[in-house]
């Protein structure tokens, strides 16, 4: 058994799918106005977003993207370094990895 959807609430559903398909090359499939959007992996995996006047997840909560190398991490990591977010550089920790506050309200780890 596989793990192939999930929700979250945002506060900003277009500003969180644009991060989602910039970044972590997802693919919109729907979208209802600026309140819900359904985006896809490339293997199948479902994740939809919908709109929440305020979001308050755990401090711990997250969501994961493994890239195939420390090299793509560094590269998501300097893409949204660029672009203007607040990331801090890459470290070894359980893999090599770093956070980034998504648009919306919720936290993204990108790892290999």
Same mark, same amino acid.
Request: no cysteine; aromatic share 14%; hydrophobic share 35%.
């Given at each position: 058994m596989k793990v192939n959807h999930l +929700?979250?609430? =945002?506060?900003? =559903?277009?500003?969180? @799918?644009?991060?989602?398909?910039?970044?972590?090359?997802? @693919?919109?499939?729907?979208?209802?106005?600026? !309140?819900?959007?359904?985006?896809?992996?490339? !293997?199948?995996f479902v994740l939809t977003l919908m709109k929440g006047a305020s979001v308050s997840y755990p401090k711990t909560f997250h969501i994961g993207f493994i890239q195939e190398s420390e090299e793509r991490v560094n590269?998501? +990591?300097?893409?949204?370094?660029?672009?203007?977010f607040d990331v801090e550089p890459p470290q070894r920790s359980?893999?090599?990895?770093?956070?980034? @506050?998504?648009p919306g309200g919720f936290t993204v780890e990108v790892l290999c």
């Open positions: +929700n979250l609430t =945002v506060t900003d =559903v277009k500003a969180a @799918q644009a991060f989602l398909e910039t970044y972590f090359e997802l @693919q919109t499939g729907h979208t209802r106005g600026d !309140s819900f959007a359904v985006l896809f992996d490339d !293997s199948g590269e998501i +990591n300097r893409r949204l370094k660029d672009d203007g359980h893999g090599w990895t770093f956070y980034v @506050q998504a």
